[in-house]
């Protein structure tokens, strides 16, 4: 039972483009969203992070859009750059759960 | 210091042998998590200490053990793994009740079972 997916395995973009990566959640109780970014052989690194009381966070190039009745998140960075290039994971949570439920994860790769 | 020490970074054993995967944050976290992530997979939890309580064990295995000494260390210990328990193994570290605020992950351990 995959609670969290990301059906796009890899996605290439050009550099200083819009890169959009997606997301879908199935379970209800999820209240708190993140997007992780992950080079090989190192641990997952945060990005941005929204609530449910949002349907929008930014920070710098980095926004995450909610559309919590389509149990739907997105990612957009822009303008994208080379060093964007890595795999990234969404995951879920809720307050009391104790873990992040993470999706399958995409790989990005910015293309010069 | 906001980072989540794993050592060692590599790691091959065989079948027979104990070892030990080790975790530091000095960031006053009250919460501190064991996941496992197979090449091409998402990581996966395995264990959850809050408040150095076990609070959540995934189903995992008894050959690994998990221990938490201190609220700044996290040990992981390995005896009689499979091959197939090879696999980046990841800590990370929360501020516990206001989970999941600052959840950091380390760099991982490389595990290679012989």
């Known amino acids: 039972d995959q609670q969290v997916k990301q059906n796009s395995p890899s996605l290439s973009v050009q550099e200083g483009r819009i890169s959009i990566l997606n997301c879908d959640y199935t379970?209800?109780?999820?209240?708190?969203f993140l997007w992780y970014k992950k080079y090989p052989a190192e641990g997952p690194t945060f990005l941005i992070s929204i609530s449910s009381i949002k349907d929008k966070n930014e920070d710098g190039r980095f926004t995450v859009f909610l559309n919590k009745s389509a149990k739907h998140l997105s990612l957009h960075i822009v303008p994208s750059q080379p060093g964007d290039s890595a795999v990234y994971f969404c995951a879920a949570t809720f307050q009391g759960a104790q873990k992040l439920v993470f999706g399958q994860g995409t790989r990005l790769t910015i293309n010069p | 210091d906001t980072e989540v020490t794993q050592t060692p970074k590599h790691l091959v054993m065989g079948m027979t042998n104990k070892k030990s995967l080790k975790c530091e944050q000095h960031?006053?976290?009250?919460?501190m998590y064991w996941y496992k992530q197979k090449a091409k997979k998402p990581p996966e939890l395995m264990f959850v200490?809050?408040?150095?309580?076990?609070?959540i064990n995934e189903s995992v295995p008894s050959r690994f053990s998990p221990e938490c000494p201190n609220s700044s260390l996290l040990n992981l210990h390995l005896h009689a793994l499979q091959p197939e328990d090879s696999a980046l193994y990841l800590c990370?570290?929360?501020?516990?009740?206001?989970?999941?605020?600052?959840?950091?992950f380390g760099s991982g351990t490389r595990l290679t079972v012989v």
């Open positions: 960031m006053g976290h009250r919460a």
């Open positions: 379970n209800s109780m999820f209240d708190y």
């Open positions: 990370a570290s929360s501020q516990g009740d206001r989970l999941p605020f600052g959840y950091t």
């Open positions: 200490y809050s408040y150095e309580k076990l609070s």
